[in-house]
């Protein structure tokens, strides 16, 4: 049976992680599919033949060597997932555009394929001539929602919109800016809970100490419990190429404010969400004011039934990147 090997750089309890441990299990089959964390020392000399590789770790500067050496291994089908990299971090993250381009021209350069992770990134790819449009692929990423489709929806309350974020305390999830706005947010209209593990949790916790409407939590190591305790769900990321909590709040039926940038922008619509400059305290405020005021069962319908199709269309994007593979020639083996 063919097999594809995965590749992760670490083991931790992120989107990266969820998305693999949900899908590969549901591919099976057709192809068998390994995950491997990859270790400083690991040159791939042990294990089976395989007959493609695919990276789900973030490419730079620093592992370009090892990536050109990973690339020696195999005579053929190496495959880079994009999980990092995106128009709002080139915006942000980099003085220096070009550097940051050649190194991504020169790094996606070693792959037969490229997979975007959101139509979005997609397209600042193309834009921005980092990959040829044919070794382009797109695979927008779920997990498995089953759970989180069951909950009920927010229960009507006629206290403050009961508002929750989780994720990461890091700044590329904007938690500051949420703090920031709710700084604005009277805490009859709104609380805030904000729950999350990372570098980021003291100096969010100083924010936050005159603000009895903000709490911060734990990290939360199952989505379901807390949203099934918050009414709608605020992801003020400062980039963010796809962002699976947005598609895990749609499934539980949650509201969502969300910043208008990158793939999160293309998974709200009116119907269940508000787009807000969260560059912008004073627009990310408003937002919150504006959902505390909306019509929110009608939301969350809205918002369960725009996830629809949505895993069945992350497991057809496989199968075609699978079939894909396994049926170019010559196969792959490790040398």
């Not at 009961?162 to 706005?181: I, K, M, N, S, T």
Request: aromatic share 6%; with cysteine.
């Amino acid at each position: 049976m063919p097999k594809m090997l995965h590749l992760v750089d670490k083991v931790a309890l992120d989107g990266v992680t969820r998305t693999l441990a949900s899908v590969l299990p549901r591919l099976q089959g057709r192809c068998e599919h390994e995950l491997r964390q990859l270790t400083a020392n690991d040159d791939l000399q042990a294990g089976t033949p395989v007959d493609a590789v695919c990276v789900h770790f973030t490419v730079s500067w620093a592992n370009l060597a090892h990536l050109i050496a990973l690339r020696h291994r195999f005579a053929g089908r190496l495959i880079l997932f994009e999980y990092t990299y995106s128009a709002a971090y080139e915006r942000l993250c980099t003085p220096y555009r070009r550097q940051l381009r050649t190194m991504l021209q020169f790094a996606y350069g070693l792959f037969d394929m490229v997979v975007a992770v959101s139509p979005a990134q997609q397209a600042w790819m193309v834009k921005a001539e980092l990959v040829p449009p044919h070794r382009l692929r797109l695979i927008v990423p779920s997990v498995d929602l089953s759970r989180l489709l069951a909950l009920p929806f927010p229960a009507r309350h006629a206290g403050p919109l009961r508002l929750g974020a989780y994720g990461p305390l890091v700044p590329q999830q904007g938690f500051d800016r949420l703090v920031e706005a709710m700084r604005l947010v009277s805490p009859d209209v709104a609380t805030q809970r904000i729950a999350g593990f990372g570098p980021e949790a003291i100096a969010l916790r100083r924010m936050a100490e005159k603000l009895p409407h903000v709490q911060l939590e734990e990290a939360v190591a199952d989505p379901q419990y807390f949203l099934s305790e918050v009414d709608a769900i605020a992801i003020p990321s400062r980039w963010e190429p796809m962002g699976l909590v947005a598609l895990e709040s749609r499934a539980a039926a949650r509201p969502l404010i969300v910043a208008g940038i990158d793939g999160l922008a293309e998974q709200v619509s009116p119907a269940f969400g508000l787009v807000v400059n969260a560059d912008s305290a004073i627009d990310l405020a408003d937002g919150i004011d504006r959902m505390a005021a909306a019509d929110l069962p009608a939301m969350a319908a809205a918002a369960r039934a725009s996830v629809t199709g949505d895993v069945e269309r992350d497991l057809t994007q496989w199968q075609g990147l699978i079939e894909e593979i396994i049926g170019a020639e010559p196969l792959l083996r490790a040398s």
